[in-house]
């Protein structure tokens, strides 16, 4: 699947990357997105992907649906899976990394980060850690009688945590 989406890394690359990375750097937080449905993903394929992310518990996983569209290299393969096999595989997907995400957020609990305020609704602070993307991440959820300024950083000591949040 990787040769026929034109990405030029083996799946065995990949992992030997990913070991690499985590070795040189223990405590980084990886991310990456993924697709699935492309026309000549099996259901060994698909289950290989599943198997891949359970293993290498990323910290961030967005996963989108392939999209059968002109003047593109994968549209010579006939798009052989329907919509809700399609959306079967991603909420598949997703369901994995959102246990993942709930074990590592849970990791959290007791640490303090450095966050970022982003915003404010209703006296509730929002914002996020170096690991994440505005948007798009984890938020880190501050209760606080204290005024915080927007932009400024603050050290949290993290109480709670849900799957994509942390308090």
């Not at 990375?21 to 699935?36: G, K, S, Y």
């Not at 289950?47 to 010579?76: P, Q, W």
Request: overall charge negative; charged content about 30%.
């Amino acid at each position: 699947v990787l040769k026929d989406m034109k990405r030029n890394i083996t799946m065995q690359q990949t992992q030997d990357l990913v070991d690499k990375i985590r070795e040189r750097v223990p405590n980084i937080a990886l991310r990456t997105t993924m697709l699935t449905g492309f026309p000549t993903e099996s259901e060994q394929d698909f289950e290989m992907l599943c198997a891949f992310i359970e293993k290498n518990r990323f910290d961030r996983l967005g996963v989108f649906t392939y999209s059968h569209e002109e003047n593109t290299s994968a549209h010579k393969f006939e798009d052989i899976w329907d919509d809700e096999e399609k959306n079967y595989r991603q909420l598949t997907l997703m369901e994995i990394q959102s246990g993942i995400s709930y074990e590592l957020n849970q990791n959290k609990i007791g640490q303090t980060f450095k966050v970022i305020l982003d915003r404010t609704e209703n006296g509730i602070y929002y914002g996020r850690t170096e690991f994440d993307s505005p948007e798009v991440d984890n938020e880190v959820v501050i209760t606080t009688e204290n005024y915080l300024r927007l932009g400024d950083f603050v050290d949290v000591t993290i109480t709670d945590a849900t799957e994509f949040d942390l308090e």
